[in-house]
């Protein structure tokens, strides 16, 4: 099951966005979900992680103490909020279900994981 990105768009350096992850057939509260993105010419990488068990969080360091994963179970859906955003951050973000949040940075799941959404555009620049 794909899981669906919204929420990209322009933003200028230092400013802000928040991307949503929704399915419209799994309940999210029951996985482990995972933020990914992929800038032009480089590869795929793990950028925040939350937990199914207990919603333990997980970061790659360049965007530690930017960004913030949290989920709306209300809503069915994992949001990661972007603040201080730079130029560095512009890239096609994606969702998906890593097998655990100690693996969303493996290559099973940055090189070998298939069934990639259509992710969300963000663009970060004056």
């Known amino acids: 099951v794909q899981l669906q990105a919204s929420g990209g768009g322009l933003a200028q350096p230092g400013g802000s966005l928040r991307l949503s992850c929704a399915s419209s057939?799994?309940?999210?509260?029951?996985?482990?979900i995972g933020w990914f993105r992929q800038a032009p010419g480089k590869e795929r990488e793990g950028v925040s992680c939350?937990?199914?068990?207990?919603?333990?969080?997980y970061y790659a360091d360049s965007v530690k103490g930017r960004f913030t994963i949290f989920r709306d179970n209300a809503n069915n859906a994992v949001y990661l909020q972007m603040n201080s955003l730079i130029p560095e951050d512009t890239a096609v973000y994606y969702c998906?279900?890593?097998?655990?949040?100690?693996?969303?940075?493996?290559?099973?799941?940055?090189?070998?994981?298939?069934?990639w959404g259509q992710g969300t555009l963000v663009t970060v620049s004056s």
């Open positions: 057939g799994l309940t999210l509260d029951y996985y482990a």
């Open positions: 998906a279900i890593p097998p655990g949040c100690s693996a969303y940075t493996s290559d099973a799941m940055l090189v070998q994981y298939d069934n």
């Open positions: 939350i937990s199914h068990n207990d919603d333990t969080t």
